[in-house]
């Protein structure tokens, strides 16, 4: 069965500073795995997602993400974080019949 | 922009009465998901349809719940009875044909059991 953690349920970056949210998955096949924000009172959006082309996937907003298969990793990165950066963001994980499954989630805050 | 339609956005019941969540998703999207979140659990997945047809609904408490695509355009979650625990928000979320493209979500049914 597919699985993903997150670790870390909270993380606070100063605005400007780095931005790392960490993401490890468990699959038996190569996965396809996604990233998802999701701001107060609103559904999930799509950050970026790799599906087992370049390891290092460019996302919207300035988001990155490197898929690391000997680490099982999938950490989200953005250089600088803004404050509307804050929000709830979600790692997931699909294999090749569709079936999407999340962590439980990163509360990102950005202090001024 | 196309998107995921959940109707309603709110919704207030007593415990024990019937709830009808519903979703329209975009179309030409042939894979169809229903998540519940809670602030206990995260995002739990339902049950997920393709071409109308239910893959998976082990997510699902059977006794009460439920979930048809009558159409390719309506997808339902029903509730009967409600109880207080059900009280979460309602994902609904659409893909197209191929699992490499990742899915869109619906704003989301927000349900408070009294």
């Known amino acids: 069965a597919q699985s993903v953690t997150q670790l870390g349920s909270h993380v606070s970056v100063s605005e400007g500073a780095l931005v790392l949210l960490r993401c490890n998955y468990s699959?038996?096949?190569?996965?396809?795995l996604f990233w998802y924000v999701q701001y107060p009172n609103q559904g999930l959006q799509l950050l970026l997602k790799?599906?087992?082309?370049?390891?290092l996937v460019k996302g919207i907003n300035g988001f990155e993400a490197e898929f690391k298969k000997s680490e099982t990793s999938f950490h989200l990165t953005k250089p600088s974080a803004h404050m509307s950066d804050a929000a709830e963001y979600f790692c997931?994980?699909?294999?090749?019949?569709?079936?999407?499954?999340f962590g439980q989630g990163t509360e990102l805050s950005v202090k001024p | 922009d196309a998107r995921v339609t959940q109707t309603p956005r709110h919704k207030v019941t007593e415990m024990g009465q019937e709830v009808t969540m519903r979703c329209q998703p975009i179309?030409?999207?042939?894979?169809v998901f229903w998540y519940r979140q809670t602030m206990m659990q995260g995002l739990e997945l339902l049950a997920y349809?393709?071409?109308?047809?239910?893959?998976?609904d082990s997510g699902m408490p059977k006794d009460r719940f439920s979930a048809e695509m009558p159409d390719a355009t309506l997808a339902t979650l029903k509730i009967q009875p409600s109880e207080p625990r059900d009280s979460a928000v309602y994902f609904c979320?659409?893909?197209?044909?191929?699992?490499?493209?990742?899915?869109?979500f619906g704003s989301g049914t927000r349900l408070t059991v009294v």
């Open positions: 349809f393709r071409n109308r047809a239910p893959l998976d």
């Open positions: 997931a994980v699909s294999d090749k019949g569709g079936k999407l499954i």
């Open positions: 179309l030409g999207h042939n894979t």
């Open positions: 979320a659409s893909g197209p044909p191929g699992v490499n493209y990742g899915y869109t």
């Open positions: 790799y599906t087992s082309a370049a390891t």
């Open positions: 699959s038996s096949v190569p996965p396809y």
